[in-house]
């Protein structure tokens, strides 16, 4: 994890919010997902990679409870500095989301993955995931998925990326999971490029 930690961490401390290869000024996307969920604004929502997304405080303005995890300390620190006062009701989190979840003590309601699976490119680092998936989230509950797609960029934060389509995403979770809605959105990053990705909302029948 260290050699991960060290190379997320440069990436958030050289790089402004509004520089980052993946900022959104508004989370519009995820909530036309969101918006399918009943009652998720008193949803317990758990962020694999939060990194410093305006997503956050979108959720907290809802009245929303997270778990915030991510493998950069810098990332973390940066937004609780952005919280300030609003942070004391997260449970944060600081590991890499392919090792087994720590130090979370109940299931959570919607896991939210922005650009966070499409990092792992190797198999064990895959199934360690999707283990996660099955494990913090509850029977009845929803998970929601932002990848590149296979026509999708190549890099991300000088990284190679694992593209994902839907029947990816379906047979990593597998039967007991069904999923209720997608779309295809093409984003542009802070510079103006396009990338190309899959949004996919499942829910966990059991």
Known sequence: MNSKSKHWDGVFLNNSDSKLGWYEKNASQTFKLLDLIPHYKDATIFLPGAGTSVLIDALLSIGAKLVLNDISNEALDRVKIRLGEIQRDIIWLHQDIASPIENLNEKVDI???????????????????????????????????????????????????????????????????????????????PSGNPRLYIYALYKRES
């Open 111 to 189: 896991w939210i993955d922005r650009a966070v699976l499409h990092f792992l490119t190797d198999k064990d680092d895959i199934c360690g995931y999707f283990e996660n998936v099955k494990s913090a989230l509850k029977i009845g509950g929803y998970i929601i998925f932002a990848e590149f797609t296979h026509s999708g960029t190549k890099k991300c934060a000088g990284l190679p990326i694992h593209h994902y389509s839907l029947d990816d995403l379906s047979n990593n979770l597998g039967p007991s999971f069904t999923l209720k809605s997608h779309f295809d959105y093409t984003y542009h990053t």
